[in-house]
């Protein structure tokens, strides 16, 4: 079935501190996976993405790591900053119907970061 | 350029009525998508919408409708509400149809309208 999981719900870490989100899919045939940061009372901001013939991406202090073979994928936030701090969710690309014409985007649930400084 | 963006902030209604939510996506984008947020479900794909066309459904009872106008603007409409209709609402706009066949074309979101079903 339809199906992402998102660990942890919640994460706090000190200030310089790495934080890492690790989330699970269920379909095989996903191949985009993007992650999306939401500050309180705005939209989610897609801020990494990474496709299935891609196994890391990097962009700063940001990183993103797919194992297709185990179908998980994971946020790595290093040197973490107070602004950081929001609820990011992960997202996988899902088949719907037949012959893969059409996918939609399965979120998990959401991580709560906070980083104390 | 500005973001997307999404009228009304807040709604307070009662179970069954009905109620109208519109989007205006980024100038230039052409596709449209409605997300609900809730604290239990998360985030739960809607529907998309590509030149006034709906391209993909999630599934959602029929109760959940939308459309879209010729200069891309959305609204998606939501009748006899409930109260599990309680939520955020999400638009999010995209050059090019996102649930298609490369689903990797990226959705700005705008910032949600709450909907409250009393």
């Known amino acids: 079935g339809e199906n992402v999981e998102q660990h942890p719900s919640t994460l706090s870490v000190q200030e310089g501190d790495s934080a890492v989100i690790k989330c699970t899919y269920s379909?095989?045939?996903?191949?985009?996976f993007p992650w999306y940061k939401q500050e309180l009372g705005k939209g989610p901001q897609l801020i990494i993405d990474?496709?299935?013939?891609?196994g890391e991406k990097k962009d700063q202090r940001i990183a993103v790591t797919l194992n297709k073979t185990a179908k998980h994928f994971s946020l790595h936030i290093t040197e973490t900053q107070p602004e950081d701090s929001a609820v990011y969710f992960c997202a996988a690309s899902m088949r719907v119907g037949y012959g893969g014409a059409t996918n939609k985007l399965i979120f998990g649930t959401g991580t709560l970061l906070a980083v104390q400084p | 350029k500005a973001g997307v963006t999404q009228t009304p902030r807040y709604l307070i209604k009662t179970r069954g009525q009905q109620v109208t939510l519109s989007c205006s996506p980024i100038?230039?984008?052409?596709?449209v998508s409605w997300y609900q947020q809730t604290p239990g479900q998360g985030l739960q794909f809607l529907f998309e919408?590509?030149?006034?066309?709906?391209?993909n459904k999630g599934n959602f009872p029929g109760r959940f409708s939308g459309r879209q106008f010729s200069n891309s603007r959305s609204e998606m409409n939501v009748s006899t509400l409930e109260l599990g209709d309680s939520a955020l609402y999400l638009c999010a706009s995209s050059l090019t149809i996102t649930s298609g066949r490369d689903p990797g074309n990226e959705q700005f979101f705008g910032p949600g309208t709450r909907l409250t079903v009393l």
């Open positions: 990474i496709r299935s013939n891609v």
């Open positions: 379909d095989s045939a996903s191949n985009y």
């Open positions: 100038s230039g984008h052409r596709s």
């Open positions: 919408y590509f030149s006034e066309t709906q391209r």
